[in-house]
Each structure stands twice: as structure tokens, then as C-alpha cells.
């Protein structure tokens, strides 16, 4: 059974750094790209960032370009994201999806149940 | 970058009737290389994940009732649920996966029933 396991969320203030990550199991890690989507409460879903099996093709939104860094450790099965200078608007409740392929063109077959994150002074 | 649109924004129907939701995207996100329209359905109920249901535009993912279908091709799709249920209450999604190397979601549609 594919299992998908964020942590790391919590509250923060603004400026501040947190780093989440994504316990993977039930499938071979190394063969699926994987994303990170967040949902601001009440809102609608929006694409984060993304990385290929090999992390050799990835990718982030405007929003968070130059502030957030994904990385994976395949031999540890783990997804993470490292998430600098923080703001009010990133306050979402950050989603771990498994990709359906290896690389970017790929819709999310699986999520976790995803780790709130709360940036407030 | 390629934006999605989704209508109507929210929708009440009628147990055992038919719910359609409309989807388009600013680009077309159907591959000539491989004819594959790029764009995948959602559902979301409160307090859970989304779940995906349909892929490739069409294709029903494993364990989706057969009372969910997807159609369209190029800048416009549509969800169908058949016969709705009570349990497919929820916000729907569509989400095109063409660009590389992330995704853009429309907005979401709300299903409620009337």
C-alpha cells in the first residue's frame, strides 16, 4: 500500500525558515518523479514545486522561486522542502504527491494527508 | 503559463441525476507526438487529500465508479457524473499536466445536492 507521510509544519514567523518532509513507502521511491502542492485555507490547490526521479529535472512556482528548495534522498525514501524567508501567504496546508511517471508531465496518483503550516508573527 | 478555468463555479443536483462540470485551459495540452490530451480530474472532500480520478482526459483511474467519465480534447474537457451519489459530494479539479515541469489546477467546482 503506498503510503505518503508529511511532517515538519507548524507555526513560524515571518522571515523564518522550515523545512518539511515526506516519509514515503509502498512503491520504488526511485522510480517516480514527486511534488509538493499546497492549499491555503479555504482555497484551491496550488502547485509548489517538483522533482524527477533522479532529481536531475526541478522545477518550483513563482511564488516560491528563490525561497523554497525540494530535494529527495532516495536511499532514505524521503521528499523534503526546505522553505526560506517565510510569508503571511504561504500559510497552506502543504501536500506530498507521488507523480504517476518519472518525469514532470504527470498528474498525482497519491497524497498524504499533508502538514499545516501557519506563518504568523 | 498555462491557466485554467473551470464553470460553473458551484452546482446543486438532484440524487441519481446528472452533474457536468467544464474545464478549459488557456493552451492546448493535447501532445501531437503521442495524441494525448495532459489533463487529470480531481475530487476533494472536506478534510481529505484530493483523490485523482481521471487521467489522459478520459481514462478512469482503478476503483473510480464507472458513473464518473471524462471527455474533451485540445482547451476543453468535461467531468460527468453520472448519477450522482451522496458521497460525491465535494470540489473537483481539473489540473493540466502539459507543461513541464509542474502543473497548474483550475480553480475547483463545488458539488452540493439540490
Known amino acids: 500500500e503506498v503510503q505518503l507521510v508529511e511532517s515538519g509544519g507548524g507555526l513560524v514567523q515571518p522571515g523564518r525558515s522550515l523545512r518539511l518532509s515526506c516519509a514515503a513507502s509502498?512503491?520504488?521511491?526511485?522510480?517516480?518523479?514527486m511534488h509538493w502542492v499546497r492549499q491555503a485555507p479555504g482555497k484551491g490547490l496550488e502547485w509548489v514545486s517538483g522533482?524527477?526521479?533522479?532529481?536531475?529535472?526541478?522545477g518550483y512556482a513563482d511564488s516560491v522561486k528563490g525561497r523554497f528548495t525540494i530535494s529527495r534522498d532516495n536511499a532514505k525514501n524521503s521528499l523534503y522542502l526546505q522553505m526560506n524567508s517565510l510569508r503571511a501567504e504561504d500559510t497552506a496546508l502543504y501536500y506530498c504527491?507521488?507523480?504517476?511517471?518519472?518525469?514532470?508531465?504527470?498528474?498525482?496518483?497519491?497524497w498524504g494527508q499533508g502538514t499545516l503550516v501557519t506563518v504568523s508573527s | 503559463d498555462i491557466v485554467m478555468t473551470q464553470s460553473p463555479d458551484s452546482l446543486a443536483v438532484s440524487l441519481g441525476e446528472r452533474a457536468t462540470i467544464n474545464c478549459k485551459s488557456s493552451?492546448?495540452?493535447?501532445?501531437?507526438?503521442?495524441?494525448?490530451?495532459?489533463l487529470a480530474w480531481y475530487q476533494q472532500k472536506p478534510g481529505q487529500p484530493p483523490k485523482l480520478l481521471i487521467y489522459?482526459?478520459?481514462t478512469r483511474e482503478s476503483g473510480v465508479p464507472d458513473r464518473f467519465s471524462g471527455s474533451g480534447s485540445g482547451t476543453d474537457f468535461t467531468l460527468t457524473i453520472s448519477s450522482l451519489q451522496a458521497e460525491d459530494v465535494a470540489v473537483y479539479y481539473c489540473?493540466?499536466?502539459?507543461?513541464?515541469?509542474?502543473?497548474?489546477f483550475g480553480p475547483g467546482t463545488k458539488v452540493d445536492i439540490k
Open positions: 504527491a507521488k507523480c504517476a511517471g518519472s518525469g514532470g508531465s504527470c498528474y498525482g496518483d497519491y
Open positions: 509502498g512503491f520504488t521511491f526511485d522510480d517516480y518523479a
Open positions: 522533482i524527477s526521479w533522479n532529481s536531475g529535472s526541478i
Open positions: 493552451q492546448s495540452v493535447l501532445y501531437s507526438s503521442n495524441n494525448k490530451n495532459y
Open positions: 489522459w482526459a478520459s
Open positions: 489540473q493540466q499536466y502539459y507543461s513541464t515541469p509542474g502543473f497548474t
